[in-house]
Nanobody, 122 residues
Framework: QVQLIESGGGLAQAGNSLRLACVASGDTFNTYTMGWFRQPPGKDREFVARISKDGGNTFVADSLLGRFKISRDNFKNTVYLQMNSLKPEDTAVYYC???????????????WGQGTQVTISS
């Protein structure tokens, strides 16, 4: 079992940056791929980024590449999502998730956090 708690969301203006953090507890953190997903208002949940167990392999959704970056600190049991040049369309609830395999599909993730709201004003 893994418990995930996200933080760092809030209200920001377009063009600014936010860094989300997700702290894991329970099972061994460095045995899981970690991912970030988001759900904009009225839309389905979508993949944002994922990072391998050792942090050496990252993948960001094409539409977000260059603005979003995922990283992890296995000593702190934490995964981060750095979001730069934010746009109003980045407004969503952001979720972190843990998977036993290297994956981008939400169905492959076994554990989920409660989510943190990110709202970007124009």
């Amino acid at each position: 079992q893994v418990q995930l708690i996200e933080s760092g969301g809030g209200l920001a203006q377009a063009g600014n940056s936010l860094r989300l953090a997700c702290v894991a507890s329970g099972d061994t953190f460095n045995t899981y791929t970690m991912g970030w997903f988001r759900q904009p208002p009225g839309k389905d949940r979508e993949f944002v980024a994922r990072i391998s167990k050792d942090g050496g392999n990252t993948f960001v959704a094409d539409s977000l590449l260059g603005r979003f970056k995922i990283s992890r600190d296995n000593f702190k049991n934490t995964v981060y999502l750095q979001m730069n040049s934010l746009k109003p369309e980045d407004t969503a609830v952001y979720y972190c998730a843990a998977a036993r395999i290297l994956a981008t599909k939400a169905t492959n993730y076994d554990y989920w956090g409660q989510g943190t709201q990110v709202t970007i004003s124009s």
